[in-house]
């Protein structure tokens, strides 16, 4: 049990290392969910490129929503955004330091998932293979214009009887590959880049800005948790000393069932009660109220 209380309290205190793992168990999932999906593309002229692009977009903001969930301190930051200014101000540079900390790590999974879909080319060739232009490919030129548009709309189809050997089809299902690959290597080359040039160029600026923002935000992090962990525990003895109020007072009703109950001042309780002060509802409620509209100064 001491055991399982060490590793709470290490997740507790390293908040920003346990989220980068949950990113990088996301990334990894939006990886094997990809490799496990069936991809059937329609192969209608009105539907392939709604099919194509939704499977590129939208389980990316699936991983994105997932992603800001997760992560605990966007919750801190909205409520440090939406708090009433109280005897506390409010530091925007800590605010923008924290939305930018959870957007970059709740963007890791979805460009993962697009870089994947990209350099696999199955929904770049789903959505875009009936736009391309007939005259280019030799099979198509040779029909209607309402025919080459509905056989290059049959194009991801490879089981299609009509085009299972045609060389057109392969040639156009090359050539969007081809761009869907250049287009995925491009993207994460930028990105590469960016980070490369985040990470140098970082010091080249002023860093005090910098280490403000991120110890004002470990540090209201910090003092959330903390104040969780009290209100629990103040419950708990809140509990304790109601549910002891409420035996104290039914001690005739007790005495008339032959139940022995213990006498003033024996039992476990501590000598130091810290809430001595507060009796009934309302003063809680008005603590409660106290630390959200008038937090104490740092």
Same mark, same amino acid.
């Given at each position: 049990?001491?055991?399982?209380?060490?590793?709470?309290?290490?997740?507790?205190?390293?908040?920003?290392?346990?989220?980068?793992?949950?990113?990088?168990?996301?990334?990894?999932?939006?990886?094997?969910?990809?490799?496990?999906?069936?991809?059937?593309?329609?192969?209608?002229?009105?539907?392939?490129?709604?099919?194509?692009?939704?499977?590129?977009?939208?389980?990316?903001?699936?991983?994105?929503?997932?992603?800001?969930?997760?992560?605990?301190?966007?919750?801190?930051?909205?409520?440090?955004?939406?708090?009433?200014?109280? &005897?506390?101000?409010?530091?925007?540079?800590?605010?923008?330091?924290?939305?930018?900390?959870?957007?970059?790590?709740?963007?890791?999974?979805?460009?993962?998932?697009?870089?994947?879909?990209?350099?696999? +080319?199955?929904?770049?060739?789903?959505?875009?293979? +009936?736009?391309?232009?007939?005259?280019?490919?030799?099979?198509?030129?040779?029909?209607?214009?309402?025919?080459?548009? $509905?056989?290059?709309?049959?194009v991801p189809?490879?089981?299609?009887?009509?085009?299972?050997?045609?060389?057109?089809?392969?040639?156009?299902?090359?050539?969007?590959?081809?761009?869907? $690959?250049?287009?995925?290597?491009?993207?994460?080359?930028?990105?590469?880049?960016?980070?490369?040039?985040?990470?140098?160029?970082?010091?080249?600026?002023?860093?005090?800005?910098?280490?403000?923002? $991120? &110890?004002?935000?470990?540090?209201?992090?910090? @003092? $959330?948790?903390?104040?969780?962990?009290?209100?629990?525990?103040?419950?708990r003895l809140?509990?304790?000393?109601?549910?002891? &109020?409420?035996?104290?007072?039914m001690r005739?009703?007790?005495?008339?069932?032959?139940?022995?109950?213990?006498?003033?001042? @024996?039992?476990?309780?501590?000598? @130091?009660?810290?809430?001595? +002060?507060?009796?009934?509802?309302?003063?809680?409620?008005?603590?409660?109220?106290?630390?959200?509209?008038?937090?104490?100064?740092?």
């Open positions: 049990m001491d055991r399982f209380r060490m590793i709470f309290q290490y997740f507790q205190s390293n908040s920003e290392s346990v989220m980068n793992g949950i990113c990088g168990l996301l990334a990894l999932a939006s990886v094997k969910m990809y490799t496990s999906f069936d991809f059937s593309c329609p192969c209608l002229l009105q539907y392939n490129m709604a099919y194509g692009l939704g499977i590129m977009f939208v389980p990316p903001v699936i991983l994105f929503l997932c992603g800001l969930i997760l992560n605990r301190q966007s919750l801190v930051m909205l409520e440090e955004w939406r708090r009433p200014q109280g &005897h506390r101000k409010k530091d925007l540079a800590v605010i923008r330091y924290m939305c930018s900390s959870i957007i970059q790590r709740a963007m890791v999974a979805p460009v993962v998932w697009i870089i994947v879909t990209l350099l696999d +080319g199955k929904c770049l060739i789903c959505a875009f293979s +009936g736009s391309m232009d007939p005259e280019k490919f030799v099979s198509f030129a040779s029909v209607s214009p309402v025919q080459a548009q $509905q056989l290059l709309a049959k189809c490879k089981d299609d009887e009509l085009m299972r050997n045609d060389t057109s089809r392969k040639a156009v299902s090359r050539y969007l590959r081809c761009w869907s $690959q250049a287009l995925g290597w491009s993207i994460l080359l930028i990105l590469i880049i960016a980070a490369f040039l985040a990470r140098w160029l970082r010091p080249c600026f002023n860093q005090d800005t910098l280490l403000q923002a $991120q &110890h004002w935000s470990n540090y209201i992090d910090i @003092e $959330q948790k903390i104040f969780e962990e009290t209100c629990c525990e103040h419950s809140f509990a304790h000393k109601c549910i002891l &109020h409420f035996f104290e007072n005739q009703e007790i005495k008339l069932h032959s139940f022995s109950l213990p006498r003033e001042g @024996e039992g476990d309780e501590e000598k @130091e009660d810290p809430l001595q +002060g507060i009796t009934d509802q309302d003063q809680v409620n008005k603590l409660l109220k106290t630390w959200y509209y008038e937090k104490p100064p740092l």
